[in-house]
């Protein structure tokens, strides 16, 4: 996905693309969380669909959506994918454009946000927001995510169905589950480390508490399916690791930090551990042109 918006970036000439994204987003686009959302009854009900069952169309090992109330401000907030670059923030700018395009849609209003907040520092591109949010836009926030306004959360959808709302939920209730109980647990648990590596190593009651369970559970069923919590820690960092290297434009520095090393020279060991490449060595094969271009991009 990335070196896809990396590429149509450069092709167009255009970095602020991932707002046009958001723009074009739809119910369909979104699966059965958009169309859940298009016939809820409001926009609180309309937000929680859209986080509830983001894994029926999407994934990502750093994290998950999430809503929540403020003083009865609703907040929809996307995980962070820090460090930031040239090449990752159309991805921020796509799913916070997107989300409000949607919930404007839905409501037919378009004063419902108070801000929007970006991690990032303002970019080149800045003064494009504004044509894409009517709202103040916070960079250098300490999250991704929309702020609405106090009472927007109880204005009706305007496609609003009671039954069609009912029987969609109940189908992806019912895909929710399927998915969730298709995955080992070895899965889950890799699911869970993700969002944890972000400048340290997560212990095994940290993850626990992410799955909802006793630290002894943990290891209990990791062990009925052969496998050892450290195990799949490690091995959950070597194919992180792996994807950094070959196909992003982070730094080493960056990369170790992301998977919780305490240095880059300690992550360049475990590298070579895990490959039998030195970092360096591996981009350098394995992800030469998508690097070479990136690089190319940045200094111009």
């Known amino acids: 996905f990335m070196r896809l918006g990396h590429d149509l970036i450069q092709a167009t000439g255009m970095p602020w693309l991932g707002l046009m994204m958001g723009r074009l987003t739809s119910a369909p686009v979104m699966g059965l969380a958009g169309l859940l959302a298009q016939s809820a009854p409001d926009l609180r009900s309309a937000c929680r669909a859209l986080t509830d069952y983001e894994l029926l169309t999407s994934f990502n090992a750093r994290g998950r959506s999430s809503f929540h109330t403020i003083q009865g401000q609703g907040v929809l907030q996307f995980y962070s994918i820090s460090p930031y670059n040239a090449y990752n923030l159309f991805v921020v700018d796509s799913v916070l454009a997107g989300w409000a395009q949607f919930l404007q849609q839905l409501c037919g209003r378009r004063d419902i946000l108070l801000r929007v907040e970006v991690e990032f520092v303002p970019p080149a591109y800045r003064d494009r927001y504004a044509d894409y949010f009517p709202c103040e836009v916070q960079f250098g926030a300490t999250r ?60 095994l009651e940290q993850v626990a508490q992410r799955l909802n369970s006793a630290p002894w559970t943990v290891r209990r069923r990791l062990q009925d399916e052969g496998f050892s919590f450290q195990q799949v820690l490690n091995e959950t960092r070597r194919d992180l690791a792996v994807s950094y290297v070959r196909d992003t434009a982070l730094t080493l520095g960056e990369i170790a930090y992301l998977l919780g090393f305490g240095s880059a020279a300690a992550f360049q060991r475990a590298f070579k551990r895990w490959t039998g490449e030195a970092p360096g060595r591996f981009r350098e094969h394995r992800g030469k042109n998508y690097i070479s271009t990136a690089s190319s991009t940045s200094s111009s």
């Open 144 to 203: 991704n995510a929309l702020v609405l306004k106090a009472g927007a959360l109880t204005l009706p959808v305007l496609g609003r169905c009671a039954s069609t709302y009912a029987a969609l939920q109940t189908l992806a209730a019912r895909e929710l589950e399927r998915v969730r109980l298709g995955l080992s647990y070895r899965e889950l648990t890799e699911r869970a480390i993700g969002p944890l590596l972000n400048g340290q190593t997560p212990t």
